[in-house]
């Protein structure tokens, strides 16, 4: 089972930015899917980005594309999301979330398919 946890939350002001991470005690994430998830106060989860194994081109919910990049880091351990333009709407539990099979499409945006693994995810608050 692998265990994923997330950090990198916190109080931003609009406008501002922030960098989440993933990581899974140094197990290499070059091997899976990763996903990240959003659920605001109240709203269901929602799709944020995701990106194939091994660098894989990433996909974006079509409303985060321009201010949300996802990106793995040279050593294959850590999955950022860095977050621009940050706005209030965009306040929520962030998760990362990981499949061994299959890759990043729209149904892992829609549907979080495939996705076996989940973080405890981390908060995000955007306000003034």
């Known amino acids: 089972q692998l265990q994923l946890v997330e950090s990198g939350g916190g109080l931003v002001q609009p406008g501002g930015s922030l960098r989440l991470s993933c990581a899974a005690s140094?197990?290499?994430?070059?091997?899976?899917?990763i996903g990240w998830f959003r659920q605001a106060p109240g709203k269901e989860r929602e799709g944020v980005a995701c990106?194939?194994?091994?660098?894989?081109?990433?996909l974006y919910a079509d409303n985060l594309k321009g201010r949300f990049t996802i990106s793995r880091d040279n050593a294959k351990i850590t999955v950022y999301l860095q977050m621009n333009s940050l706005k209030p709407e965009d306040t929520g539990v962030y998760y990362c979330?990981?499949?061994?099979?299959?890759?990043?499409?729209?149904?892992?945006?829609?549907?979080?398919?495939?996705?076996?693994?989940w973080g405890e995810g981390t908060l995000v608050t955007v306000s003034s």
């Open positions: 140094g197990v290499s994430l070059d091997e899976y899917v």
């Open positions: 979330a990981a499949a061994q099979y299959g890759y990043c499409g729209v149904a892992t945006i829609d549907y979080a398919y495939g996705m076996e693994n």
């Open positions: 990106v194939s194994k091994h660098g894989g081109e990433p």
